[in-house]
């Protein structure tokens, strides 16, 4: 008999089942903004765009994403920082009631950052499991309904022996697909538990000279391994999104790949690697530009697959800079150009939906 399967119960613990919620978030051609930089991250993102980077101007730039007039008919959902779901408006309303009001569903990063992996020069592992189980009773009670988990795994060339290490390097290493895959697993289980859909990020970064097939096959590897432990921990794949990185060359790589290299290479490794039961992928954009994360989301949906199965999940976006970018370059800290950048996230926003039936096209950028 198999002990790990995953208890049907868990499934229906809330007013709401949660893979109700996890297609909720699917519903429409529509996709999440990742607004969940922790507090380090956001002052580098506002410092790097020349603003002060306090505060109060995290809280000026956050709400005035989330009251951007519109934003509820391109985007499902939004994934706050635990500095936001705690925010409210200067006229008095929660951060939370307001992306409601929009028809927006509240999320949240519960994943405490990355620190360095023992026995493993140069790669990382991500923290946060202790205490989780009262901080996802607390982010419910606070009004999130979704949580988000992000690893991050480098692809590196094998180098030297590095002194204390153990074995010769191949990164990602066995040792830190596993310990990220693990973690992501037991943290899925435990927002299971809370009546929260968890979103698993497992995240292959872009930096590198590595191309698209070597970039293909480690996220296939990475994928396989986060599976399997969710398997064993007895997480219903129903309950969950995943959320990834698109198959790309590395950023120093000199062979470049069109959208539809790209929306190719993507779905053949997620083919082979993701369950069917999982309703739903949605992409991170990792340092793309919001253009090419708009062409190669487009271009996954426009492809033509000839003899190929329908794709057995919907596929979607979860971008954090993509979507922000324009937005945070026009705003540059001033309320005078607040509903410019409104503007400039809401335009990333419908073009991102577009991309969702393979109807966007270049000449949405002139519009
Ligand atoms: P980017 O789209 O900027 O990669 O951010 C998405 C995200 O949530 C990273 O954890």
């Known amino acids: 008999m198999n002990t790990d399967s995953p208890n049907p119960d868990l499934l229906r613990p809330m007013p709401q089942r949660i893979d109700e919620t996890a297609r909720q978030l699917l519903a429409g051609d529509k996709g999440l903004l990742a607004i969940d930089e922790s507090t380090s991250t956001c002052n580098r993102r506002l410092a790097a765009a020349g603003i002060t980077a306090d505060a109060q101007t995290r809280w000026a730039y956050r709400d005035m994403l989330i009251a951007t ?19 409210s408006t200067a006229d008095g309303r929660r951060f939370v009631d307001v992306l409601v009001a929009a028809g927006i569903i509240p999320g949240i990063k519960v994943d405490t950052g990355t620190t360095d992996l023992a026995g493993h020069p140069g790669e990382r592992v991500t923290e946060g499991l202790d205490g989780l189980r009262g901080r996802l009773q607390e982010y419910r009670a606070l009004g999130a309904r979704f949580a988000k988990w992000r690893a991050v795994l480098a692809i590196k060339a094998p180098g030297g022996m ?7 390097p191949r990164l990602p290493s066995r040792g830190c697909v596993a310990a990220n895959a693990q973690a992501l697993a037991r943290y899925a289980a435990l927002c299971q538990e809370a009546g929260l859909v968890s979103i698993v990020e497992p995240e292959v970064l872009m930096d590198g000279d590595h191309g698209l097939a070597e970039c293909g096959a480690v996220t296939e590897e990475v994928l396989h391994a986060v599976f399997d432990h969710m398997h064993v921990q007895g997480v219903a794949l129903e309950a969950m999104l995943l959320k990834t990185n698109m198959v790309l060359p590395g950023t120093d790589c000199s062979a470049p790949a069109s959208p539809a290299e790209v929306a190719a290479a993507t779905i053949e490794g997620l083919r082979r690697a993701v369950p069917a039961a999982v309703p739903g992928i949605v992409f ?26 329908p794709l057995p999940w919907t596929l979607s976006f979860s971008y954090g800079r993509a979507l922000q970018e324009p937005a945070l370059g026009i705003w540059h800290g001033d309320a005078s150009r607040r509903g410019a950048a409104q503007a400039a996230l809401l335009h990333r926003a419908r073009c991102n939906r577009a991309a969702c039936s393979g109807s966007y096209d270049a000449a949405m950028e002139a519009a």
């Open 284 to 309: 991170l954009s990792g340092g793309q530009s919001a253009t090419q994360a708009s062409a190669r989301l487009n271009a996954m949906h426009a492809g033509d697959r000839g003899a190929a199965p």
């Open 162 to 168: 590095p002194a204390g290490a153990r074995r010769p």
């Open 69 to 87: 007039p519109g934003l509820g008919d391109s985007i499902s959902g939004a994934i706050l920082y635990d500095e936001s779901i705690r925010a």
